[in-house]
Every structure is written in C-alpha cells, then in structure tokens.
C-alpha cells in the first residue's frame, strides 16, 4: 500500500495533507471516546501492542512490489476487532511513522498518502461492521461471511485510494492503469488471507477468559453492545 515517492508529484501533494489532517482530525475524536470509555491506561497499552504488530507486518511478513505500491500483509479488520478502533488507527499510523524514519526513509515523503490510505478505509470499516455485526453479538462470535466483508471493506478501501492517488498523480495512461490493476490483482490475496486469520485469532480469544473485563482488548471482544 506504499504509494512510491514521485507517483503523485509535489505540487499535487496539498492534497494528502488535506485528507490525512481529516483522518487524523477524525481519530483525535475516536481517541477522546475511547479515552472517556476504558480510560488512558487502556488506550496507551492497546496502542504499544498495535504499534508492534504494524511494524511486524511492515518489516516481517513478506511484502512485495507491484505495480505502483507494495503488497504488504496489513491486517487491518484484525487489530480493529481484537484492539478497537482507535487504538488500531494510532498503531497503524505510528508504526508507519517509525517504519519511514528507521527503515524506509525514502518513504517519508509520501507519509501523507500512505497514511491516508491506510486510515479512512479502517474508519470505513468501522462504520460498516456497526452495519453487518447484530449488537447482541460480541466480536469473539463472529462468522466467517461476517469477517470476510469486514476484510473486504478494509483491503478493498486500500485498492481503492491506492487507485485514486495513481491516477491521480499519473493520469488515465495505459501504463499506468495496467500498473494499478496488476497491484489490485496481487493485494487482493490478502482479502484471501485476512478473514482466515481473523477467525483463527478470535478462536485463540475465547479461550482467553481472563481478558474479558481487562484493558488489553476492546469491550465489544467479549462484550455485545447493550
């Protein structure tokens, strides 16, 4: 999902700096509720754990170029359900962050893009699990066909602005559609692997009883909504 530096020339980058400020305008709203519902302890723990699985998923798992991005395995519907929504969003932005200054320099430049991308589709998301995912069931409970469009939403929010800042940036050129479909094509193996992992994860937290009223997780992992 790393747009590559010089896809979107500079003149046209004001507008990332536009859509990561409402992104991040947005999250500061998400990190007050969850702040006001578990408290700041909470928050601060849930987002370390976070933070370090995004930089595992930046720099371990395999992650290839393709086309005009990078297929990384960024296993957004995952951290939501088992870390909540603001938490995942400060991990995912912080672990890009730290990624481009100690590793990937010569990504920081697109950092705006990047974390664009990888933020509105997991409010998306969120937005869209209150749709498909009943109150009266807690996320433990989840179905596959429920993970899947949870996976969908997310990946497919990714394909979509990483499309949108290729064209963008480059215009309606032959080369550069083939490049767009060719990252679409390969990225969505992981819409393949993310549900998979979902469930096998929530499996792993119902045997966890001890973290059913702690701070290590979101409420709504144990919890149905009242």
């Known amino acids: 999902m790393h747009i590559e530096v010089g ?3 500079s003149a046209k980058m004001v507008l990332s700096y536009g ?10 709203k998400q990190i007050w509720e969850t702040v006001k519902d578990k408290g700041i302890l909470s928050l601060v723990v849930r987002t370390l754990a976070t933070m370090l699985l995004v930089l595992s998923f930046f720099e371990v798992l395999p992650h290839h170029p393709v086309g005009v991005s990078e297929v990384h395995f960024i296993l957004g519907s995952t951290l939501f ?3 909540g ?6 991990g995912l932005a912080a672990g890009l962050l730290i ?19 990888l933020l509105v589709p ?9 749709k498909v995912i009943p109150n009266n069931v807690a996320y433990k ?15 497919g929010g990714i394909i979509s602005w990483v499309a949108f800042w290729a064209v963008y940036g480059q215009g309606f050129g032959a080369e550069n559609l083939a ?48």
């Open 179 to 226: 490049s767009v479909a060719s990252f679409a094509v390969a990225y969505s193996t992981v819409v393949l692997l993310e549900p998979v992992v979902d469930i096998a994860v929530l499996a792993g937290a119902k045997t966890l009883d001890k973290l059913q009223n702690s701070g290590f997780v979101t409420t709504r992992l144990y919890h149905a909504e009242v």
């Open 122 to 130: 997991l409010f998306a998301m969120a937005v869209i699990a209150k």
């Open 99 to 117: 990624q481009g200054l100690f590793f990937a320099p010569f990504d920081l430049p697109n950092y705006a893009i990047n974390v664009t991308t």
């Open 141 to 155: 409970d989840l179905s596959y066909a429920q993970t899947v469009k949870l996976s969908v939403a997310y990946q």
């Open 19 to 28: 859509t990561a400020a409402a992104a991040f305008g947005y999250l500061a």
């Open 81 to 83: 359900l088992i870390f």
């Open 85 to 90: 929504l603001a938490p995942a969003a400060i």
């Open 7 to 9: 896809v979107v020339e």
